[in-house]
């Protein structure tokens, strides 16, 4: 210790300072820590405790199966060299097309009609292996695609979907605006009808997908009726940019873009004649919320699969730190979280099968399952000690890559207050003091 900090205080002119300056590279994390093994060598699933996979069909598990092994096989080896680069993986999209799980439930237009159980669940196991594939899909399935499939009209889903569906073209999905975030019905951009179509002014931030997207679901004011409307945008419309959002901690395979629109026209065909007013995006954000729901399950259950191995592998004081009474009860606080998280996330697909979810219900499921996965990501975290900084052994990247998803398709705060609007019948999203003003 004495020798480091008196290299520091000198300066430092020693050999290693001259070596790190010549830039020798840095040891694989397998040779350097042979105690255990990283994460692009896939732990074995070990979370489902109370055996969850009984309630779903046999068609749901043995997609649920496929999802794993493919994501195990594919995604594992070279997850961290991406998320490190922050740089989209593109070389993986035939891969995750082969999981035919792009629509989710979206029937017919080549989309694979699944359950909503058996969407979620391939979520879940996409997370489990690696969170920013899981955004990646999310974005352009259950928000670009559903949005489509539920506000589109019968040519834009028979032009759009079945590509997308295959992932030969990707989609994007912009609501968020650097001035609207959480208070996304305020948004700026602007849609100005002229002859045969319209014209998009504007910014919006965020936007997953949208540095490379092929199909950009746009949402602007109508300058008319001052209500919001969707459009559909394509690369290339003149006067569209995006630029990728550098710095982030989280989820960083997945390319955020701001994006520019200047006098973009949007031809009159490609309006989405569902979207008349801000209410229509609650239809597709209620059934995104509860996929999105399910991508902190599968991040807890791969932080649990790694922690279980992990423990086991390395020890101190002559002993696995397995065998250690404190570790041991972080480890059983993880799985049960867990257990209590994929049971939410079952009821709600159950509730919306039987078209009795409301939007209170997937509110509270996103924001309560991401507050347990905040949990569960934390211990498992402390359980690998330095290791749990250190991107390879999957905590620290899952750990980093929850909060996003906290945040992201309404905050653990504006979820909670969606459903307490529906639990008291008063909305609390504008300060008092404010609601009174504007009632004098
Ligand atoms: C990685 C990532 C990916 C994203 N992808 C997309 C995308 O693809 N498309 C898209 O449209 N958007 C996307 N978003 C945007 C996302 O939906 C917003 O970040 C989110 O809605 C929160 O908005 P904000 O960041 O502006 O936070 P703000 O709205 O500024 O909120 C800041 C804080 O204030 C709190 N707060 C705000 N209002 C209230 C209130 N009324 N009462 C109490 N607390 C309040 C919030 O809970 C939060 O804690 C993405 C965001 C991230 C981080």
């Known amino acids: 210790m004495a020798a480091f900090s008196s290299s520091l205080i000198q300066g430092g002119n020693s050999k290693e300072q001259a070596n790190s300056s010549v830039g020798l590279p840095a040891l694989d994390v397998s040779k350097a820590f042979p105690q255990a093994t990283p994460a692009s060598n896939f732990p074995p699933a070990v979370s489902d405790y109370y055996q969850f996979d009984d309630l779903l069909t046999p068609e749901e598990q043995a997609l649920r199966k496929k999802v794993q092994v493919i994501m195990e096989k594919e995604i594992a080896p070279i997850m961290t060299e991406y998320w490190e680069k922050a740089e989209f993986p593109f070389h993986v999209i035939p891969k995750l097309a082969s999981l035919r799980i792009a629509g989710g439930t ?97 910014q919006k931030r965020w936007i997953g997908n949208s540095t490379f997207a092929d199909v950009l679901v746009i949402f602007a004011r109508n300058t008319t009726t001052n209500q919001i409307n969707g459009f559909i945008v394509k690369k290339g419309a003149p006067g569209l940019k995006a630029t990728k959002m550098q ?35 609650s239809k597709v954000l209620a059934v995104s919320r509860v996929m999105v729901a399910w991508q902190p399950i599968g991040i807890s259950m791969g932080v649990f699969d790694m922690c279980h191995r992990y423990l086991r592998e390395r020890k101190q004081f ?13 480890l059983v606080r993880m799985l049960g979280n867990i257990q209590a998280m994929v049971l939410v996330g079952w009821r709600l697909c159950k509730l919306y ?19 347990k996965a905040r949990e569960t990501v934390s211990l498992g975290r402390e359980l690998l000690g330095g290791n749990g900084i250190l991107a390879d052994f999957l905590v620290a990247k899952a750990f980093c890559d929850l909060e996003p998803i906290y945040t992201y398709e309404g905050t653990y705060d504006i979820n909670s207050m969606v459903t307490g609007r529906e639990l008291t019948g008063i909305a609390s999203f504008k300060p008092a003091v404010l609601a009174k003003q504007s009632r004098l």
Not at 358 to 371: D, E, F, N, Q, V
């Open 106 to 202: 979206i029937k017919g237009y080549g989309c694979p009609g699944l359950s909503i159980t058996g969407s979620a669940i391939t979520v879940a196991e996409v997370a489990r292996v690696d969170a920013s594939c899981s955004t990646f899909i999310l974005v352009h399935s259950s928000l670009a695609m559903l949005t489509i499939a539920l506000c589109g009209s019968e040519e834009q889903k028979q032009k759009y979907l079945p590509s997308l569906a295959n992932f030969d073209t990707v989609a994007c999905w912009g609501l968020t605006e650097p001035d609207c975030g959480s208070d996304a019905s305020s948004l700026r951009t602007t849609a100005t009808k002229v002859d045969g179509g319209w014209l998009l002014d504007g």
């Open 247 to 281: 710095n982030k901690i989280g989820l960083r395979m997945v390319q955020n873009g701001d994006i520019l629109l200047q006098k973009t026209f949007v031809p009159d065909e490609d309006r989405l004649p569902g979207v008349n007013s801000f209410q229509d995006t």
């Open 318 to 330: 002559g002993a696995p730190l397995a065998a250690f009474q404190l570790n041991q009860e972080k």
């Open 353 to 371: 099968e039987s078209q009795k979810m409301t939007a209170g219900h997937a509110s509270m499921g996103k924001s309560w399952i991401t507050l």
